[in-house]
T-cell receptor, first 113, second 111 residues
Framework: SQTIHQWPATLVQPVGSPLSLECTVEGTSNPNLYWYRQAAGRGLQLLFYSVGIGQISSEVPQNLSASRPQDRQFILSSKKLLLSDSGFYLC????????????FGEGSRLTVL | QKEVEQNSGPLSVPEGAIASLNCTYS??????FFWYRQYSGKSPELIMS????GDKEDGRFTAQLNKASQYVSLLIRDSQPSDSATYLC???????????FGKGTKLSVKP
């Protein structure tokens, strides 16, 4: 069966510090991968999606970036965090691109102080 | 106009009652519709999908779609305290676009 893991689960970072969140999928090959953010009082916002190694599509311009160095690995990064980057970050995968059937990881809760 | 709108709640129902959750969307080209359940502090999980007008039943859950009215609903029969969660409505943008989520409706089922 397929599983998705992301880490760290929780982190508290100062403004201006870097960020790296990692996500891996097991049990499937060539998954479509997504990074979402859920901020307080807001809906799930799609940040990036990837259909293959090195292929990244950005949905929202911001100080975040994503990379996919391996087929089942997806990384979310920032060089300098802003207060507004606080939120619940969710990695997800799907069998087909732009389908609504998403499988989410456990989430990473980021607080920027 | 917001793309996907839901009443934030909380919606409180007694155990055993029917919970009715509603969602409207703005993009007439949307073709696929989904309900996700999210427990507090956890990630969302898919519970229902619906693609054509009418009703779709799965156990205690029934999804209803009316494309003419741009309206999607989720009925939960025989509600249980374990159904207490936030329910997210999600719609594909256009005919094959990315998934757009509503802010969710918080459901509380009282024993």
């Amino acid at each position: 069966s397929q599983t998705i893991h992301q880490w760290p689960a929780t982190l508290v970072q100062p403004v201006g510090s870097p960020l790296s969140l990692e996500c891996t999928v097991e049990g499937t090959s060539n998954p479509n991968l997504y990074w979402y953010r859920q901020a307080a009082g807001r809906g799930l916002q799609l940040l990036f999606y990837s259909v293959g190694i090195g292929q990244i599509s950005s949905e929202v311009p911001q100080n975040l970036s994503a990379s996919r160095p391996q087929d089942r690995q997806f990384i979310l990064s920032s060089k300098k965090l802003l207060l507004s980057d606080s939120g619940f970050y969710l990695c997800a995968w799907s069998r087909q691109v732009n389908t609504g059937e998403l499988f989410f990881g456990e989430g990473s809760r980021l607080t920027v102080l | 106009q917001k793309e996907v709108e839901q009443n934030s709640g909380p919606l409180s129902v007694p155990e055993g009652a029917i919970a009715s959750l509603n969602c409207t969307y703005s993009d007439r080209g949307s073709q696929s519709f989904f309900w996700y359940r999210q427990y507090s502090g956890k990630s969302p999980e898919l519970i229902m999908s619906i693609y054509s007008n009418g009703d779709k039943e799965d156990g205690r859950f029934t999804a209803q779609l009316n494309k003419a009215s741009q309206y999607v609903s989720l009925l939960i029969r025989d509600s249980q305290p374990s159904d207490s969660a936030t329910y997210l409505c999600a719609v594909t943008r256009g005919s094959q676009g990315n998934l757009i989520f509503g802010k969710g409706t918080k459901l509380s089922v009282k024993p």
